[in-house]
């Protein structure tokens, strides 16, 4: 390969430039992400009944659900909760199983049992789970001076509402706070007064508050489109007739109170004591960036309108932090591996270009590294991240092999292009057989199974990529340099000092 290098000379400067725009464009446009994308999918299948205790929802949703998934396929197994109410099943699958195409199997299915679940039973949501369903980042929501449903109005109906637009970003309904509702409270004495019931007063209302379409009319050239609007008012919703006894009727107000309140809260968030409301924000698929999305979520929160003045917005929780950070580790690994080896080349062989010579190695390594990741579904990731800095040494090592043999072939007396030749010959395949022996160790990890697959893998593909792209950068454009940049060293005694040394 040294050869080759210095008969096209051309040829490798220009793959070399080529190889450092693909990594340039790679690292900008590959997905940042905590860690790789687990392709274990789980179909998370919630079902609601409204009021039916656990043992009712386990024997009439749950076991029939599960009966009805096992029709599914590259299913590894089935777990399932029934709390009072609701219905959740999680359905794992073989490792490999295209995630979209497991959801749909088990909507189908899902949607296929519905007729077979007691009346009023509400149509089950089928969402896929995997690790980038877990939030990215979680925004605070706090004001002195708003109650609890104010407060989770704004977030969910003004915040949620702008930080949704950011690219990438799914938000969920917020957590915490109370959601605004009209409640009619009744007496049950009075109730009982009047020979009614609770399901009385709901039939009523909602009878009584419907937008129905009626229809067209033609009035002379003019077409009107018609509609019958009972929704009512607060006061209007206490004089509503429940019932008619004689020549009086019994109204709303008769039996208890509407008032403009909110539904019981099954959660609450506190924040120095106070209620708040959290924000989750989750990414939309593998392909997000993980740090664009956290700088965008940011970017609108400082530019928020149509909110109270008093509602007062934070990230408390921002995973961005932990990719910054490596990447932060990486660079800093990487600089202080390439100084304190150009300080020790530059010590020993007391030639600054030499020294030179070993700044490509990590750069174009790296480089190099990111162009082929980004040939395949990969992401930049922890672990991605973690391999590069594990092969951090043995980048540079390959390099200052090459470097030192050429280098006393220099002090023989050869010319810098012979002794560039030469030089890279001789130790080509030592340089490959410690390549080699480092990229073996990583083998066991094809053995891997599970969660821990698709983790360390990660780490070993771009540690031995990394090690295989520094071979050839140190093969090629380390013997290049110093055939061009090197200068002969003048010293006639080199000849007998190196033959006797030999």
Known sequence: MARFSLKY???????????????????????VDLFPKIKIPVVVVATFYNGMPPEQIETTITARFERFFTLGSNIDHIESRSLPGVSIIKIFFQPGTDADLAVANIANLAMANLARLPAGT????????????LPVCLISLKAND????????????????QVATVPGASVPLPFGGKYRQIMVYVDPIKLESYQLSAMDVVRTVNDSNLILPVGFAYLGQTYYNLFSNAQTTLEELNTIPIK????????VKDVGQAKDAAQIQ???????????????????????????????????????????????????FDQSLFIKNSIKSLIYEGSLGLGLTAVMILIFLSSFRATVATFFSIPLSVLGTFAILALGDNSINAMILGGL?????????????????????????????????????????????ATLTASIVFLPVVLLYGVSK???????????????????????????????FLKPRNNPDSNARGSHSL
Do not use: W
């Not at 960036?289 to 003045?309: F, M, Q, R, Y």
């Open 9 to 31: 000379p051309y040829f490798i400067i220009v793959c070399c430039l080529i190889l450092c725009v693909m990594g340039i464009v790679s690292v900008v446009r590959l997905p």
């Open 389 to 433: 800095a594990l092969a951090f040494s043995r980048l540079i090592d390959n390099s200052v092999i090459v470097l030192e043999n050429i280098y006393r072939h220099l002090e023989l007396g050869e010319t810098p292009k012979v002794a560039a030749e030469k030089g890279g010959r001789e130790v080509a395949l030592p340089v490959l057989s």
């Open 122 to 133: 509400l149509p089950p949501i089928v969402l896929k789970f995997d690790a980038s369903s």
């Open 454 to 484: 698709y983790l360390f893998s990660a780490l070993a593909l771009s540690t031995v990529i990394a090690l295989f792209v520094s071979y050839v950068v140190a093969m090629t454009v380390v013997p290049l340099f110093c055939a061009t």
């Open 266 to 316: 099954t959660t609450i968030v506190l924040i120095d004591g106070k209620p708040s409301v959290y924000l989750p924000i989750l990414k939309q698929g593998g392909d997000s960036n993980t740090i664009a999305i956290v700088d965008g979520i940011k970017e609108v929160l400082s530019h928020l309108v149509d909110v109270p003045k008093e509602l007062v917005t934070k990230v408390v």
């Open 244 to 251: 008619t006894i004689g020549t009086s009727s019994a109204m």
């Open 146 to 161: 708003l109650n609890q449903a104010a407060l989770r109005d704004a977030g969910q109906f003004n915040v949620r509402d």
